[in-house]
């Protein structure tokens, strides 16, 4: 039976109770009135699930049927309430604890076999003098080049628990033989920020991509190391950021807002309203700031930004983020897995509660944010309804801000479609982009390493030259691209951007890749000449009486 078939069922059963036949067996499950509604509905499963044990017309696998029944009542709860089973929790938690267990290599599937893109910066693969462009070829003696080797075999045979041992063969270029690593496996950091360097004169630029466990501390750092650079105002980039813990959220709101304001304020059913304060000196109190956001920024994104534009701290700048105000609490089940269950909203200071509307279904609300590309919002901000049962004041200034779900930006920022066309699209889609920028490293890294040594050199040297582009263009017709002339006139920049970028990125350090793109984010490009014409002073923001 189809797990979507038994969620349903079940779930139904949960809602409606049995009302089939009964007439040779009866459940055991009459109560007396004073009993809980809970323990009732509790029983009252339990002897279906024994009915079926027992007497249904094919075998059947309960814990499957359990799983299923979690899950389909969660999803009839609220869209952000999931059931994560036992063998998934503990990679389902990497991204939030800010680190994971294993050997420490960021890698691609290449040609059908594991190529190490860069070791990471401390772990042991680093250690043992594990390098960019090696292959590894046996894991434990087992072949796995050239076997169909997925992203999910490379997890299950490079990840686990630190002190472990794993050996691996490893084909170098300019090696005859293989050589083989003996790796004790290590706790190894998964890093929050993306990249934090100078935009432009005075300008410091921030990229997060998710609130985990150890990114204020890489935030520190990276203020720190922008300050001496002579940033005096900050762009943080908060652009498809989906979130991650309150706890972290708070913290970071906290670094731009003095005194004991309110960050946020959360209450539930079973929780009364709970106020959390500014509590700390911020680094980054005073001066200009300016948080960018779009459709895929959610959850603490939201939390972050929203304090910000209520406190009238700074500018939000993009897009309507994505409308995610409920707060999870993980709840521990018998067999070791786990539910994370919603139990409060969260309130901006202004008293928005950013959750978009849910009671169309899950499916409704996943599809949400497709629609806003038919509806024409990520052009214009025109096509959204703002009643003013949604508008609300900010604490200083008074300008109006709109809850009803999502950030609204204080600047829009459409998404910029002049260098898009379907050839560019088809381009992305097959990943050639990246695969050819891999191949193009591998052939060339010795050269490009010598030529190339640090991100300054390589962002101001480095071009894309003619006959790159002609085997570009012939690797892509290889792969089942016809040459479209038209979309390459429309898109030619753009692509070649994309291949330095990526380029970058494999021969230096991921930072580079932003670097180099961030002439394609517009909304970036937008907050630079925010700050720089005048626009800033006009917004009517009370950031220097922080």
């Known amino acids: 039976m189809p797990q979507s078939l038994?969620?349903?069922?079940?779930?139904?059963?949960?809602?409606?109770?049995?009302?089939g036949s009964a007439n040779f067996i009866q459940a055991q499950t009459?109560?007396?009135?004073?009993?809980?509604?809970?323990?009732?509905?509790?029983?009252?499963?339990?002897?279906l699930l024994y009915y079926v044990n027992q007497i249904y017309v094919e075998e059947v696998d309960s814990e499957a049927l359990v799983e299923a029944a979690i899950v389909g009542m969660l999803e009839e709860m609220d869209p952000h309430s999931v059931y994560i089973p036992a063998d998934e929790l503990q990679a389902a938690d990497e991204p939030l604890n800010g680190n994971f267990e294993g050997v420490g290599i960021q890698f691609n599937i290449f040609k059908d076999t594991i190529m190490v893109v860069s070791p990471i910066s401390g772990g042991p693969s680093e250690k043992l003098g594990i390098m960019s462009g090696d292959r590894i070829v046996t894991v434990d003696?087992?072949?796995?080049?050239?076997?169909?080797?997925?992203?999910?075999?490379?997890?299950?045979?490079?990840?686990?628990?630190?002190?472990?041992?794993v050996t691996v063969g490893i084909k170098r270029s300019g090696e005859k033989e293989l050589l083989d690593f003996e790796i004790i496996r290590d706790k190894i950091p998964i890093f929050s920020l993306d990249a934090a360097h100078m935009v432009a004169p005075g300008i410091g630029y921030i990229k997060v991509n998710r609130f985990a466990k150890t990114t204020m501390t890489e935030m520190y750092e990276a203020?720190?190391?922008?300050?001496?650079?002579?940033?005096?105002?900050?762009?943080?980039?908060?652009?498809?950021?989906?979130?991650?813990?309150?706890?972290?959220?708070?913290?970071?709101?906290?670094?731009?807002?003095?005194?004991?304001?309110?960050?946020v304020y959360t209450e539930g059913r079973a929780f009364p309203r709970e106020d959390t304060k500014a509590?700390?000196?911020?680094?980054?109190?005073?001066?200009?700031?300016?948080?960018?956001?779009d459709q895929g920024s959610a959850s603490a994104s939201e939390i972050v930004s929203g304090a910000v534009q209520d406190w009238d701290r700074g500018l939000i700048v993009g897009r309507r983020s994505f409308g995610k105000g409920l707060v999870?609490?993980?709840?521990?089940?018998?067999?070791g897995s786990?539910?994370?269950?919603?139990?409060?909203?969260?309130?901006?200071?202004?008293?928005?509660?950013?959750?978009?509307?849910?009671?169309?279904?899950?499916?409704a609300y996943r599809l949400e944010k497709y629609e806003r590309y038919a509806s024409g919002e990520l052009l214009s901000l025109d096509s959204l309804e703002l009643p003013d049962s949604l508008k609300y004041a900010t604490r200083i200034q008074g300008r109006t801000v709109y809850g009803g779900g999502g950030i609204l930006p204080d600047i829009f920022v459409p998404i910029d479609t002049t260098d898009n066309s379907a050839y560019f699209s088809r381009i992305l889609r097959k990943g050639l982009d990246n695969r050819f920028a891999l191949n193009y490293v591998d052939s060339n890294r010795e050269s490009l390493e010598q030529e190339y040594p640090t991100e300054d050199e390589f962002i101001r040297d480095f071009m894309v030259s003619e006959d790159m582009v002609e085997a570009f263009l012939a690797f892509v017709e290889e792969e089942g691209i016809e040459f479209d002339e038209e979309g390459w006139d429309t898109s030619r920049e753009a692509i070649l951007l994309r291949l330095k970028a990526m380029i970058g990125r494999n021969v230096l350090e991921q930072s580079t890749f932003y670097r180099v793109?961030?002439?394609?984010?517009?909304?970036?490009?937008?907050?630079?000449?925010?700050l720089q014409d005048g626009t800033f002073e006009k917004a009517n923001l009370a950031h220097d009486s922080f």
């Open 223 to 263: 203020l720190a190391k922008l300050r001496l650079e002579g940033m005096d105002d900050l762009i943080l980039d908060l652009q498809g950021n989906g979130g991650g813990m309150l706890r972290t959220a708070i913290q970071m709101a906290d670094e731009f807002l003095s005194g004991d304001k309110l960050l």
């Open 141 to 165: 003696g087992e072949v796995v080049a050239g076997t169909g080797v997925t992203n999910k075999d490379v997890q299950r045979l490079l990840k686990g628990p630190k002190g472990t041992k």
């Open 30 to 47: 009459n109560q007396p009135e004073s009993q809980p509604e809970s323990q009732s509905q509790s029983q009252k499963f339990n002897a």
């Open 6 to 19: 038994l969620s349903s069922l079940l779930v139904g059963i949960l809602a409606l109770g049995w009302s």
């Open 517 to 530: 793109i961030s002439g394609l984010n517009e909304s970036l490009q937008r907050a630079i000449q925010i």
């Open 338 to 363: 786990a539910v994370r269950l919603t139990v409060q909203k969260y309130y901006t200071p202004s008293g928005r509660c950013i959750q978009k509307p849910y009671d169309e279904g899950v499916d």
């Open 328 to 335: 999870q609490r993980p709840v521990n089940l018998p067999d």
């Open 279 to 293: 509590r700390i000196p911020g680094r980054f109190e005073k001066g200009r700031l300016v948080v960018l956001i």
